[in-house]
């Protein structure tokens, strides 16, 4: 507590803090809007009903040019969080094998991952987004050449073009198949292990969980009819019509987010395997298991406890690193809102203020999800 | 991050100062000894770096024509290149004392940002700049395609209008700066580049083959380009106004860089007056009785500086069009100095 005094002292104390905080930081905003008054510059959130008036070419909730402003601000938001969440998920995922190669016995295996690292982390990120968006996907053909697989699909400079499928009757059927297969397949582990305890028998579960999303969803279609039926995208004089598109934008920047923060995720759960005591790999070995199993029963599990906090870290940069978007056109938060949206109201402050203040909220999302994850390993391994 | 250090000081100055701070930008220019000009991040024509680092333009020699007006010293001046969407902060936050930077004049920009428009240095409207091998010969033949524009220009707002407008399908892929949608429309992403006019000439000269590339006939807007100054600063308005007032008076009285000292020998009333030779007009706008001299001296006449940078003498071979003075079948028009 606030100098160390307790009680009703201590909270009175703290009590006028607060106050005279308060106080201060309404002294300042009063100022600064009347300052911004007298010198007309526009200040308060009205802006945010006002008509956007431009387009923004790719969005996953619905916009229009005579859509608001605050609709930009969620379309950048959406965009924002999807570029990250998948960018998290890839760079979770290539930086866990790029770690593991690096630990590997095979020398080859080691170099490359070690390579990798040692490449990716030191080239700057903006120049590996630009590299990807130019020089690699800026290389693909037009849409009117482009690389077409049945006819269906298809590959240009204007990203990748897939048929996109459209609710038909069988759909509702199909859906509660899915979720009932899901459901039984997450509850099954659980049933094995209480069998294993009980009877002694291991069950092997990935067979059933097979079966179980593959035939369930089946029998609804052979039932009820076709689920979806797809349509086929068309070239329609510059572009193609119809199908869903993954633009070039998006692919170049979770393409660079993702490899670029596996680099420092590889090291870091490098380090956090080495952290963990010989011992157990040999303890591992002596009960049978092999060495994936050893890493995965054993050594990860204990080796988390080290990796979580700079794991959750470079979450958080990959995040902040996407506000780089714009330099390829990708209209994340930082493209649509704190650019666009700012030079056309010119309300600097009120909306730097709102994009700070969601990245904040962002980051701490995010910690705490990590956190919380954190605990419960903590729990299940009983420490 | 440019732009939030940009933010933050603006709001450290609108929320810890009791009053305007620029009530006084001749005398604040004056004591830094420099003049700070917001100007783009390289256009060639309008403001772009030489390869030693010296700025030229039309824009960049309005901010010259001030330093020769104010120092008598053309190159007493700090050029802070500025992409699209963060100029104005950088003018409300007073890190520079003046924009020019191919500013389209709105009614938006003049109430809303604090600002205020001091006139125009170039008429200018938007159009579109294709691959002459798509064979397109008009901008209605557009539909569904995709289009590179830089963010925080009217040109995103207009585009959008445009194809609206006439029912046709687009997709817009706005980039931070130039240099990145013109290399994206190079590389094949967009089948159109759009901006104003007369920066799509500037911005062809970056392309590999710029003969490949062709500007559509159509002019979807109105452009008007010129200086900004913050609001609230009377005399400082009057001066950048008047400053490029004196280039285009100049150049409708014969008056150019080479004439210049000659002529200010003259007996004619009206020249006194320009030279001051006779009255004290430059004094009340806070300068010398000299400024025109000192302003053609260094940077020429409107029409000696339009021809060296965008005109026929430059690489832009941009013909003077609507920008000719109104006495020869253009717009651009200066109250007398009297
Ligand atoms: N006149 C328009 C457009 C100005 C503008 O920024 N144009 C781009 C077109 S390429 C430009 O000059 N960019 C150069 C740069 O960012 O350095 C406006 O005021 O919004």
Same mark, same amino acid.
């Given at each position: 507590m606030l100098g160390g005094q307790s009680g009703w002292k201590g909270l009175i104390v703290?009590?006028?803090?607060?106050a005279a905080l308060a106080w201060i930081s309404y002294a300042i905003v009063d100022n600064a809007r009347d300052n911004l008054q007298n010198q007309r510059i526009a200040s308060? @959130?009205?802006?945010?009903?006002?008509?956007?008036g431009f387009g923004v070419s790719q969005t996953l909730i619905p916009y229009s040019e005579s859509d608001s402003y605050t609709r930009v601000f969620l379309v950048g938001l959406v965009n924002t969080l999807v570029v990250s969440v998948i960018g998290i998920f890839f760079a979770t995922v290539i930086g866990f094998m790029v770690a593991l190669g690096r630990l590997s016995p095979n020398w080859l295996l080691s170099r490359i991952a070690g390579g990798y690292v040692e490449l990716v982390r030191n080239l700057p990120l903006l120049f590996q987004i630009l590299f990807w968006y130019l020089a690699v996907l800026g290389s693909l053909p037009n849409p009117r050449q482009s690389v077409s697989l049945f006819d269906s699909f298809f590959l240009s400079n204007r990203g990748i073009v897939v048929p996109?499928?459209?609710?038909?009757?069988?759909?509702?059927? @199909?859906l509660i198949a899915v979720v009932v297969a899901v459901i039984a397949s997450l509850l099954l582990p659980a049933y094995a292990r209480r069998r294993l305890f009980q009877t002694g028998k291991p069950l092997t579960v990935w067979p059933y969980v097979v079966g179980l999303l593959i035939g369930l969803p089946l029998i609804a279609v052979l039932i009820f009819g076709k689920p979806v039926h797809f349509e086929i995208p068309v070239l329609k004089g510059f572009n193609f019509a119809g199908g869903s598109r993954v633009a070039p934008e998006f692919v170049a920047l979770t393409l660079a987010l993702s490899t670029y923060t596996a680099a420092f995720i590889a090291e870091i759960v490098r380090a956090g395997i080495q952290s963990v005591h010989k011992g157990q790999m040999e303890a591992g070995a002596s009960l049978g298991l092999s060495r994936g199993s050893t890493l995965r029963l054993v050594v990860v599990p204990q080796a988390l406890r080290v990796i979580l906090p700079p794991l959750t870290n470079q979450y958080l940069n990959l995040t902040k690193n996407s506000s780089l978007a714009v330099a390829i056109g990708y209209p994340d938060l930082f493209s649509v809102f704190a650019g666009t949206t700012l030079s056309q109201t010119g309300q600097a402050i009120e909306i730097i203020a709102i994009t700070m203040g969601v990245y904040l909220l962002i980051s701490l999302v995010t910690s705490a999800l990590m956190s919380f994850y954190g605990w419960r390993i903590g729990r299940s391994m009983g420490a | 991050m440019k732009r939030v250090s940009l933010v933050l000081s603006?709001?450290?100055?609108?929320?810890?100062?009791?009053q305007a701070v620029n009530a006084q930008t001749l005398k604040t220019v004056k004591d830094r000894g420099i003049l700070s000009c917001g100007v783009s991040q390289g256009l060639p024509g309008f403001s772009a770096p030489d390869d030693k680092g010296n700025w030229t333009g039309l824009d960049v020699d309005i901010c010259r024509a001030i330093a020769a007006a104010v120092f008598d010293d053309a190159t007493k001046v700090k050029f802070v290149p500025l992409s699209a969407k963060d100029r104005f902060t950088a003018l409300q936050s007073g890190e520079i004392d003046v924009l020019s930077r191919n500013t389209t004049w709105t009614v938006s920009r003049d109430t809303s940002l604090g600002a205020n428009f001091t006139g125009v240095t170039y008429y200018d409207g938007q159009g579109f700049l294709v691959k002459k091998s798509l064979k397109?010969?008009?901008?209605?033949?557009?539909?569904s395609a995709s289009i590179c524009v830089q963010t925080g220009t009217t040109n995103e707002q207009n585009v959008a209008d445009y194809f609206k407008g006439n029912n046709m399908k687009y997709e817009v892929i706005a980039f931070g700066t130039a240099d990145e949608a013109i290399k994206a429309y190079e590389s094949g992403r967009c089948d159109v580049f759009t901006s104003d006019v007369s920066q799509l000439y500037a911005q062809r000269l970056k392309l590999a083959t710029p003969a490949d590339h062709g500007v559509l006939p159509e002019v979807i807007s109105k452009e008007p380009l010129g200086p900004l100054v913050r609001h609230g600063d009377d005399q400082w308005f009057d001066i950048v106004?008047?400053?490029l007032f004196a280039m285009l008076n100049a150049e409708e009285l014969g008056i150019n860089q080479s004439n210049v000292l000659e002529m200010g020998k003259s007996d004619k009333p009206e020249l006194k007056r320009v030279f001051g030779t006779d009255g004290n007009l430059g004094e009340q706008l806070g300068l010398t009785k000299d400024w025109v001299t000192r302003i053609v001296k260094a940077v020429g006449n409107y029409g000696e500086s339009f021809d060296r940078n965008v005109g026929a003498g430059s690489k832009l071979g941009?013909?003077?069009?609507?920008?000719?003075?109104?006495?020869?079948?253009?717009?651009?028009y200066a109250p007398p100095i009297r």
């Open positions: 703290q009590l006028l803090f607060v308060g @959130f009205g802006f945010m009903s006002q008509t956007a996109s499928p459209i609710g038909q009757a069988g759909l509702g059927a @199909f | 603006l709001a450290i100055v609108a929320g810890f100062t009791t397109v010969n008009s901008a209605l033949e557009l539909n106004k008047w400053t941009i013909a003077r069009g609507l920008n000719q003075l109104w006495n020869k079948g253009g717009i651009q």
